[in-house]
């Protein structure tokens, strides 16, 4: 990273980075007493590192039709047609846009059943970039999570984690473990600034070893940034704490690397120590202090479709490779046309260079900074891949059961074509023993920013909007769930206006 540009030290509080204000661990106290949480004086605008070849158009669309689409949808925005939807902020999954090299990869794919030379060239990139011993391919990252809960996890085993993620604690049910949350409780706070609200509470790992004995935890998963947090890092020092913990035990540790590089960046920019590594560098440490991992490639990886097992233990790798072949495919494709492989393994290194990571993480602190200034309540910090907003506060009226993030979601719709996702109770789910409700502190609406797809003047329309909702939010009503499916019912969910 270019320094002499990049940053400028400004009074001794805080360092610009061409494109925002962070703040450095030193002065942290003294932010967190101020509830500063960035200073927005630039000297320079800042802009993306590539320049747009080719448009998709989009559909523009009325409040009458907005209105009933939503209507039909049963007022989940999973079931929108994307035709309907102007600015697209359901996910950062799948929806980034390739670059041209990746576009020229697609073309190289090699369609072989067996041994396609783009598996190679992938394994060959994740070892180089992440430095696990072992790859296999799955089709996302969930394909991934099933081989890893299924080698790994005996009935009755119980999995640590910094805060559960939908799809990775389902998997860790389904082979018979339970999740426990062992995130530090600044987490939990919408409003905490603490600067790696991602971390493992050490101690809180401690208890559950005493409690249960280091025989029943067969590893702790972490996850690099946590989504269900609002998209915060862990940092460096945590997971080597983790890794020095785990080690005494005889306990693996499991990465969730699905944005590993964003987790790296916020390392970059945050941790004392770290602000001249390079994101490569920072992402290459936090895999060492890991056995294995899981990677969804659809997120930092920027592809369409995508992802991978990680493992160094040889035996666990014949086991999870023999497994592949019964649910995605042969263990050098793992559900991937040989053509997707060649776009992740491009993907892999672009989504580790500064100036890529600067520009992503750059436009989501400015839709991040446009909200916080016109009075939003939101997750701070500013997470990786989106801003988190505070449904809670936002609709203070409703009850959690009333779901106020489900309709802040399709309010957003309703006012300009906007699609955010649900991230409170309605994705929390229910307790499989009791049946209850799980009724999460977080209660949140997020707009997710897909990686080089939208421009700086979208997300000046997404804070407008956001901004009118909240000005007519007195009278937003809340909903009644008519449907509900077994498991992950917030994809299918469907409501009524109460
Ligand atoms: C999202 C997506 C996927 C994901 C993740 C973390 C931290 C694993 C995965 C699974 C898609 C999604 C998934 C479930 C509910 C809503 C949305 N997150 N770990 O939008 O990866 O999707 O490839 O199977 O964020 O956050 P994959």
Same mark, same amino acid.
């Given at each position: 990273?270019?320094?002499?540009? &990049?940053?400028?030290?400004?009074?001794?509080?805080?360092? *610009?980075?061409?494109?925002?204000?962070? !703040?450095?661990?030193?002065?942290?106290?003294?932010?967190?007493?101020?509830?500063?949480? #960035?200073?927005?004086?630039?000297?320079?605008?800042? /802009?993306?590192?590539?320049?747009?070849?080719?448009?998709e158009?989009?559909?523009?669309?009325?409040? &009458?039709?907005?209105?009933?689409a939503?209507?039909?949808?049963?007022?989940?925005?999973?079931?929108?047609?994307?035709?309907?939807?102007?600015?697209?902020?359901?996910?950062?999954?799948?929806t980034?846009?390739?670059?041209? $090299?990746q576009?020229?990869?697609?073309m190289?794919?090699?369609? $072989?059943?067996?041994?396609?030379?783009?598996f190679?060239?992938?394994?060959a990139? &994740?070892?180089?970039? !992440?430095?696990?011993?072992?790859?296999?391919?799955?089709?996302?990252?969930?394909? %991934?999570?099933?081989?890893?809960?299924?080698?790994?996890?005996?009935?009755?085993?119980?999995?640590?984690?910094n805060?559960?993620?939908?799809?990775t604690?389902?998997?860790?049910?389904?082979?018979?473990?339970?999740?426990?949350?062992?995130?530090?409780?600044?987490?939990?706070?919408?409003?905490?600034?603490?600067?790696?609200?991602?971390?493992?509470d050490?101690?809180? *790992?401690?208890?559950?070893?005493?409690?249960?004995? /280091?025989?029943?935890?067969p590893?702790?998963?972490?996850?690099?940034?946590?989504?269900?947090?609002g998209?915060?890092?862990?940092?460096?020092?945590?997971? #080597?704490?983790?890794?020095?913990?785990?080690?005494?035990?005889?306990?693996?540790?499991?990465?969730?690397?699905?944005?590993?590089?964003?987790?790296?960046?916020?390392?970059?920019?945050?941790?004392?120590?770290?602000?001249?590594?390079?994101?490569?560098?920072?992402?290459?440490?936090?895999?060492? !202090?890991?056995d294995?991992?899981?990677?969804?490639?659809?997120k930092? %990886?920027?592809?369409?479709? @995508? +992802?991978?097992?990680?493992?160094?233990?040889?035996?666990?790798?014949?086991?999870?490779?023999?497994?592949?072949?019964?649910?995605?495919?042969?263990?050098t494709? +793992?559900?991937?046309?040989?053509?997707?492989?060649?776009?992740?393994?491009?993907?892999?290194?672009?989504?580790?260079?500064?100036?890529?990571?600067?520009?992503?993480? @750059?436009?989501?602190?400015?839709? @991040?900074s446009?909200?916080a200034?016109?009075?939003?309540?939101i997750?701070?910090?500013?997470?990786?891949? @989106?801003?988190?907003?505070?449904a809670?506060?936002?609709?203070?009226?409703l009850?959690?059961?009333?779901?106020? %993030?489900?309709?802040? /979601?399709?309010? *957003?719709?309703?006012?300009?074509?906007?699609r955010?996702m649900?991230?409170?109770?309605?994705?929390?789910?229910?307790?499989?023993?009791?049946?209850?409700?799980?009724?999460?502190?977080?209660?949140?609406?997020?707009?997710?920013?897909?990686?080089?797809? !939208?421009?700086?003047?979208h997300?000046?329309?997404?804070a407008?909007s956001?901004?009118?909702?909240?000005?007519?939010?007195?009278?937003i009503?809340? *909903?009644?769930?008519?449907?509900?499916?077994?498991?992950?019912?917030?994809?299918?969910?469907?409501?009524?206006?109460?």
């Amino acid at each position: 990273m270019n320094f002499g540009r &990049a940053v400028i030290w400004v009074a001794d509080s805080f360092y *610009l980075c061409r494109t925002h204000f962070y !703040y450095l661990p030193e002065c942290l106290p003294e932010l967190q007493a101020k509830k500063i949480l #960035m200073v927005k004086e630039h000297t320079r605008s800042w /802009a993306e590192p590539f320049k747009i070849k080719m448009v998709e158009l989009l559909k523009m669309t009325t409040p &009458a039709q907005r209105a009933k689409a939503i209507k039909e949808a049963g007022y989940n925005t999973f079931l929108l047609r994307s035709e309907d939807v102007y600015i697209d902020l359901l996910t950062d999954s799948g929806t980034s846009a390739m670059s041209d $090299a990746q576009w020229s990869g697609l073309m190289r794919g090699d369609e $072989a059943y067996a041994g396609s030379k783009n598996f190679y060239h992938l394994d060959a990139v &994740a070892k180089k970039y !992440y430095g696990f011993k072992y790859i296999i391919p799955t089709h996302q990252g969930r394909g %991934a999570e099933n081989l890893l809960s299924q080698v790994m996890i005996k009935k009755g085993d119980v999995i640590p984690g910094n805060m559960y993620f939908t799809t990775t604690r389902l998997h860790q049910e389904l082979a018979g473990g339970r999740f426990v949350d062992v995130i530090i409780d600044e987490a939990h706070d919408p409003e905490s600034l603490h600067p790696f609200k991602g971390d493992i509470d050490i101690e809180k *790992l401690a208890s559950l070893v005493k409690k249960h004995g /280091a025989d029943k935890i067969p590893y702790v998963c972490v996850a690099t940034t946590v989504n269900m947090a609002g998209g915060q890092p862990v940092s460096m020092s945590n997971l #080597m704490a983790l890794r020095a913990f785990t080690a005494k035990h005889g306990i693996k540790v499991m990465l969730d690397m699905t944005r590993i590089a964003e987790n790296a960046w916020f390392i970059q920019q945050r941790e004392k120590g770290y602000s001249r590594r390079s994101v490569a560098s920072l992402v290459k440490e936090i895999c060492s !202090y890991t056995d294995g991992a899981t990677f969804s490639g659809k997120k930092d %990886a920027l592809v369409n479709i @995508g +992802g991978f097992l990680a493992l160094n233990d040889k035996d666990k790798f014949e086991e999870a490779s023999n497994l592949v072949v019964v649910y995605e495919g042969l263990h050098t494709y +793992g559900g991937l046309a040989g053509r997707d492989m060649e776009a992740m393994a491009i993907g892999i290194v672009e989504s580790v260079q500064d100036d890529h990571m600067d520009a992503r993480i @750059g436009q989501v602190l400015y839709l @991040g900074s446009e909200l916080a200034e016109r009075g939003i309540p939101i997750v701070r910090p500013i997470g990786g891949h @989106g801003i988190f907003v505070d449904a809670k506060k936002f609709l203070p009226h409703l009850k959690q059961t009333e779901f106020p %993030a489900q309709v802040l /979601a399709a309010e *957003l719709y309703e006012d300009a074509g906007i699609r955010a996702m649900e991230r409170g109770i309605v994705s929390a789910g229910r307790n499989a023993k009791t049946g209850d409700h799980y009724y999460p502190k977080l209660e949140l609406v997020r707009l997710t920013i897909p990686r080089r797809v !939208y421009t700086q003047a979208h997300m000046d329309v997404i804070a407008e909007s956001v901004e009118r909702v909240h000005e007519r939010r007195e009278k937003i009503r809340g *909903l009644e769930m008519v449907y509900e499916p077994r498991y992950l019912r917030f994809f299918q969910a469907r409501f009524k206006k109460k």
